[in-house]
């Protein structure tokens, strides 16, 4: 089955700075890549997704890099911003094709200082 | 429109009793899971449903059934809790079994003692 390691476990930045969050996952049949917040008290919540045929994916601050030689994808925050402060997982199918059933990081805690 | 809602919110069961879990969804979605949520380990997969009338185990299985009852609810039971299955569940729901969004829903802490 599929393995994803996600680092780091936290990360701390001033307001303004820019985060990243690295995954490696281990089966190179894999080729859809999400990735989720979960805000304190609430489920997790889809913010940005890839799939194997690009290499970049962004959505205002966010951006997805992914990376299929070395096997892993980064998440990118720029202008980081207080409420930015949440838990990040990223995710990969399950058995390399089944989407169905994901995979996810340990997760991130995310924390933006004022 | 709701979303995906899950009952009870908390619970509270000693060693050996049994409970089930309810899920359900109001997007006309095809697919549903159960996760398990522990410190440190992320989201795990216990049972997912492809479709109305299918169910497939996850990472996690052993402990636990589930009952697709219809398209709109599916359910996780515990038949005979163990402190090991405290932990936070989630429910969630997508179009299908495809590279889409799954929906999540806001969770039910459980405590085994």
């Known amino acids: 089955g599929e393995n994803v390691e996600q680092h780091p476990s936290t990360l701390s930045v001033q307001e303004g700075d820019s985060a990243v969050i690295k995954c490696t996952y281990s089966?190179?049949?894999?080729?859809?890549f999400p990735w989720y917040k979960q805000e304190l008290g609430k489920g997790p919540q889809l913010i940005i997704d890839?799939?194997?045929?690009?290499g970049e994916k962004k959505d205002q601050r966010i951006a997805v890099t992914l990376n299929k030689t070395a096997k892993h994808f980064s998440l990118h925050i720029t202008e980081t911003q207080p409420e930015d402060s949440a838990v990040y997982f990223c995710?990969?199918?399950?058995?390399?094709?089944?989407?169905?059933?994901?995979?996810f990081g340990q997760g991130t805690i995310l924390t933006v200082h004022p | 429109n709701a979303g995906v809602t899950q009952t009870p919110k908390f619970q509270v069961l000693k060693t050996g009793q049994s409970m089930t879990l309810q899920c359900a969804q109001d997007?006309?979605?095809?697919?549903m899971y159960w996760y398990r949520q522990d410190p440190g380990m992320g989201l795990r997969l216990i049972y997912y449903?492809?479709?109305?009338?299918?169910?497939d185990k996850g990472e996690v299985p052993n402990g636990y059934n589930v009952s697709r009852l219809n398209k709109r609810e599916f359910s996780l039971r515990l038949e005979s809790a163990a402190p090991s299955q405290t932990s936070v569940y989630f429910c969630?729901?997508?179009?299908?079994?495809?590279?889409?969004?799954?929906?999540f829903g806001p969770g039910t802490r459980l405590t085994v003692t």
């Open positions: 969630a729901s997508s179009e299908g079994p495809g590279p889409y969004e799954q929906y």
């Open positions: 997007m006309n979605h095809n697919s």
């Open positions: 890839i799939r194997s045929n690009v």
């Open positions: 449903s492809a479709s109305e009338g299918t169910t």
């Open positions: 089966d190179s049949a894999s080729n859809y």
């Open positions: 995710a990969a199918p399950a058995g390399g094709t089944s989407y169905g059933k994901l995979t």
